[in-house]
Structure formats: C-alpha cells, structure tokens
C-alpha cells in the first residue's frame, strides 16, 4: 500500500511541476500582448529556452511520455508566441 502511494504521490508532484511550469508564462504572454511591448524579453534567453522546450517536446514524443509531450507542447505554444511578440515589437 505505501509504495505505491508513493507512485502516485510522484506522479502528483510531475503533474503540479508540469503545471506551475507552464503556467508561469501565461502573465509574460499576457502583458506582452496587452502592451504590444517585448523590450524587457531576452531575445537570447527566449531563442535558446524555446530551442530546448521544442528539444523537451522531441524528447517526450520519442520516448512516447505523454506528460512530457502535453507539458512541453504547451510551453512551448507559449514560448513561441512571446517570442514572436519579441521579434515584431522588439
């Protein structure tokens, strides 16, 4: 019985990790949209973060890891439209 609590309590905290990760650019996006303004975004911490979360999304489809796929497809979604917002506002 405990073990595999324990299975399931780590799949809890990936879930929530997954979550809060991806979450945490909702408000980047959001005041990059609303202001139509990206000059305090990184063009080079975004070009890179964004090559890795794409590299992640690979990774979770070869590996045919479901969480690591929804996870990074959405960060990744996220990522890009900041980026883009980035590279048309400057």
Do not use: C
Not at 8 to 19: I, K, P, S, W
Not at 63 to 87: C, R
């Amino acid at each position: 019985m405990t073990f595999s609590l324990f299975l399931h309590f780590d799949e809890l905290v990936g879930a929530l990790a997954a979550t809060f990760t991806t979450i945490a650019f909702v408000p980047q996006a959001w005041l990059t949209w609303k202001t139509r303004r990206a000059d305090g975004v990184s063009l080079g911490m975004y070009s890179i973060f964004t090559t890795g979360v794409a590299l992640w999304l690979l990774y979770g489809l070869l590996i045919g890891a479901w969480p690591v796929i929804i996870a990074n497809l959405l960060t990744l979604a996220l990522a890009l439209f900041i980026l883009t917002m980035k590279l048309r506002f400057g």
